[in-house]
């Protein structure tokens, strides 16, 4: 079956940087888009970015020009580099297949000073 496994992640002050890596396994991994969500205390799980197989790009307006969503079809992995972070982007971060309706773990991502 799709497993998703994410990496990266950890604690940062505002206007940090961080990188959140996914690796994909059971799937073949450059047929299919791949996306971002994040999940905040107490709020919706909502959609940070996107990529398609053809590598189009797709952002949430909170993060555009911050975040950097690519894809390396040879090694099967979706990352996302998030810069000019801020409190606000304080979320568990999870990877998703959706075609395949498979989700990682998860991986936390702190924002603070």
């Known amino acids: 079956q799709v497993q998703l496994v994410e990496s990266g992640g950890g604690s940062v002050q505002p206007g940090g940087s961080l990188r959140v890596s996914c690796a994909a396994s059971?799937?073949?991994?450059?047929?299919?888009?791949m996306a971002w969500y994040r999940q905040a205390p107490g709020k919706q799980r909502e959609l940070v970015a996107e990529i398609t197989a053809s590598s189009n790009t797709n952002y949430a307006d909170s993060v555009k020009g911050r975040f950097t969503i690519s894809r390396d079809n040879a090694k099967d992995t979706v990352d996302l580099q998030m810069n000019s972070l801020k409190p606000e982007d304080t979320a568990v971060y999870y990877c998703?297949?959706?075609?395949?309706?498979?989700w990682g773990q998860g991986t936390q991502v702190t924002v603070s000073l």
């Open positions: 998703h297949a959706p075609r395949q309706a498979a």
């Open positions: 059971g799937m073949i991994f450059r047929f299919y888009p």
